[in-house]
């Protein structure tokens, strides 16, 4: 059973517990290999926790985590957006692979729409990385194509793309 909450400031060591294990999860043998145990370090861990801890206190982003059988298995965040017509911005949705296939993907998104709703925005738009399996998730969930860029990185690049929602009331 996935019961989605809320984030609170507690739950930062299980954010970036999820955020470093998702990445090493979904881009395994995807990106430039350096670039992938960088991002996935014990330091890069240390560092989102800390990221997390203060995006939490501030509070100035919608934070939504997912519990599965007690535990932390995804997250989402957003918040606004400054992206064209989009007023709003899906920042971070990480799942583990273990939480795929079972709807909690969709819950998130859905529970973040309606927060970002009752803020009074009306357009949601998230960058994904091209290589990114799940992008299709978007696709599925009615995102259309809006947009790409390319950044540098240790040991090559990687390609952006962007997905959007005209109305945020199609996630709902």
Known sequence: MTKVRRAMSEDAPDLAR????????????LMPEDFLKGMTSTARQQRRQTLWQKTLEVGQESVFAAEK????????????????DYDAELFTLYLLNSAHGEGVGRALMQTL????????????MLWVLDINPARTFYEHL?????GEKTEAVIGGELREVAYGWADLRALL
């Open 142 to 146: 009615g995102g259309v194509f809006i």
């Open 113 to 124: 729409a309606a927060d970002l709703a009752a803020w009074g925005h009306t357009s949601l």
């Open 69 to 84: 059988d007690g535990r932390l298995a995804g997250f989402i965040s957003g918040g606004p957006s400054n992206f064209g």
């Open 18 to 29: 999820v955020h470093v294990e998702s990445w090493a999860e979904t881009y395994q043998g």
